[in-house]
């Protein structure tokens, strides 16, 4: 059974950054696709962001160019690293993994496996 666990939300003006940090129990045939998630009050969770065992990342139209999803195999971690963030980018933020790399974007329903969450507050 796959365990994740994010780290590393807070609180941030506009304009500032974080690094979120998602430990991943292990590495295997279910975590060939991993993704960030977030979700606003009163809003449905949406996909931020994607990244294969294959290494191609998707990233949501609003986020491109100011997130980054990377991951590294010997730390068994996932990280989101979060630049020029905007009030709007407000929300829970959740990892999640399922095995399906040929089908590894932004749609929630495919993942079988999600973290906790840990939240992002951006003020203007």
């Known amino acids: 059974q796959v365990q994740l666990v994010e780290s590393g939300g807070g609180s941030v003006q506009a304009g500032g950054s974080l690094r979120l940090s998602c430990a991943i129990s292990e590495y295997t045939y279910s975590t060939r696709c991993m993704g960030w998630f977030r979700q606003a009050p009163g809003k449905e969770r949406e996909g931020v962001a994607s990244?294969?065992?294959?290494?191609?990342?998707r990233y949501w139209y609003s986020i491109k160019d100011r997130f980054t999803i990377s991951q590294d195999n010997a730390k068994n971690t996932l990280y989101l690293q979060m630049n020029s963030l905007k009030p709007e980018d407000t929300g829970m933020y959740y990892c999640a993994a399922h095995p399906w790399v040929d089908w590894c974007d932004l749609g929630t329903g495919r993942y079988k496996y999600w973290g906790q969450g840990t939240q992002v507050t951006v003020s203007s």
């Open positions: 990244i294969g065992s294959d290494g191609i990342t």
